[in-house]
C-alpha cells in the first residue's frame, strides 16, 4: 500500500509493479484515510511517503505503530532527500526501511518482496506459536483432569486407594520431623454383603456413594482425607489429630451415617445402613511407617465389629 499525496508518485509506482503478478498494489492519498485504508485492505508492506500536507510521513509512523491493525506492519519511508537525520529518526520511529525516491525499479520490487516476505513469515510463526499455546494449555487442562480422575474412585467420587497410600506415607514422614500426630480412621459399612444380596449391586452402589458423601461432608478440615480403602471400606486419616480429637470424628461419623436411615431391612444390627469404625493414633518416627497404623485400626474396626457393629473402638 502506498500512501503519497502525489498522483504521478502513485502512478510510477504502479508501472513499476505492473508486471509483479505477486503484488496487489493499493494507493492511498489521503494520510488522513491512511490508518482506515490499511485495517480494510490489511498490507504487508507500506510504502510511506515523508512529506505530506496535514500529517506528515513521521507522524503517520507513530499512528502505524500505536494502532493494532497496522503495529508491525513493515513501512517504507519515502523521501526526496539522503538525510541522515530524518533517516535516523524515522527508524527511531518504527521505519523498516528508508528510500529515495525514486530508486531504481529492480530495488523497489526487491525491497517490497523482502519486507512483505519477512512479515508473512512472522505472521505464521506468531500464528504457529499460538497454535501451540492453545494445544499446550489444552493438553494442560487434559492432564489435569487425568490427574484428577487417576486420584477419584470412579463410583463415589472421593479418594481412590493410591492416594490413601500416597497420603499415608507422605503425612507419616511429615508427622515424624514435625514431631506431631497422625490419626486413622477405618471404616466399614455393616452387613454390607447382605444389603448387596438383598437390593441388587445397583442398590449396593447407590449405598455406597451416599455413604462416602457422608463421611467427605463431615470430615470438614482440608487437610484431611476420607477415601475408599477397597470394596464397602473406607478411611479418614487426620494429620495433626491426637486421639482424642480422632475419637470425636468417629463419633460424628457413626452418628452421621445412621441418622441417614437408609433403609437396611435384612441387617441384624439395626433397620438401616450402620458404619463400624476402627480408630488408631500414633506419634510418627522415621524408623517406622503408615502400616504399624493401618494394622492397629484395622484391629480396632474388628473389636468393634464383634462388639456389635454401629460403633468404634479405639486400638491400643
Known amino acids: 500500500m502506498l500512501v503519497d499525496d502525489q498522483n504521478i508518485v502513485a502512478e510510477a509506482l504502479r508501472r513499476m509493479l505492473a508486471d509483479e503478478a505477486e503484488i496487489d ?3 492511498v492519498s489521503d494520510p488522513a484515510s491512511a490508518i482506515d485504508e490499511a485495517t480494510k485492505f490489511k498490507p504487508t508492506v507500506i510504502l510511506q511517503d515523508l512529506v505530506m500536507p496535514d500529517i506528515d510521513g513521521l507522524m503517520l509512523l507513530k499512528f502505524y505503530r500505536s494502532n493494532p491493525e ?3 506492519v513493515p513501512v517504507i519511508v519515502l523521501s526526496t532527500k539522503e538525510d541522515p537525520k530524518i533517516k535516523s529518526e524515522a527508524f527511531a520511529l518504527g521505519a523498516s526501511d528508508y528510500l529515495v525516491k525514486f530508486p531504481d525499479k529492480i530495488e523497489v520490487i526487491a525491497r517490497i518482496l523482502a519486507h512483505s516476505r519477512s512479515f508473512l513469515a512472522q505472521q505464521q510463526r506468531d500464528e504457529a506459536y499460538q497454535a501451540l499455546e492453545v494445544l499446550k494449555k489444552e493438553l494442560e487442562e487434559k492432564n489435569t483432569e487425568l490427574e484428577r480422575l487417576s486420584s477419584q474412585d ?8 493410591r492416594i490413601f497410600d500416597e497420603f499415608s506415607g507422605k503425612e507419616w514422614g511429615r508427622a515424624a520431623r514435625d514431631h506431631a500426630p497422625l490419626s486413622l480412621i477405618l471404616i466399614d459399612i455393616d452387613h454390607f454383603k447382605t444389603y448387596n444380596d438383598n437390593y441388587g449391586h445397583q442398590g449396593g452402589d447407590d449405598c455406597l456413594r451416599q455413604v462416602a458423601q457422608k463421611l467427605a461432608s463431615t470430615v470438614r478440615r482440608p487437610s484431611d482425607l476420607v477415601a475408599r480403602y477397597g470394596g464397602e471400606e ?9 486421639l482424642e480429637g480422632a475419637k470425636r470424628i468417629a463419633d460424628a461419623l457413626c452418628d452421621g451415617v445412621a ?4 433403609p437396611h431391612a ?4 439395626a433397620d ?22 493401618i494394622e492397629k485400626a484395622d484391629e480396632a474396626l474388628y473389636q ?3 462388639s456389635g457393629r454401629n460403633q468404634f473402638q479405639v486400638a491400643d
Open 272 to 293: 438401616h445402613v450402620t458404619i463400624s469404625l476402627g480408630v488408631a493414633s500414633a506419634m510418627p518416627t522415621t524408623e517406622g511407617g503408615p502400616e504399624q497404623l
Open 154 to 161: 470412579g463410583l463415589t467420587g472421593i479418594a481412590n486407594r
Open 70 to 72: 497496522t503495529k508491525v
Open 266 to 269: 435384612h441387617s441384624s444390627t
Open 304 to 306: 468393634a465389629k464383634k
Open 234 to 242: 473406607f478411611a479418614v486419616v487426620m494429620p495433626g489429630t491426637d
Open 25 to 27: 498494489y493499493h494507493y
Open 259 to 262: 441418622s441417614m436411615n437408609l
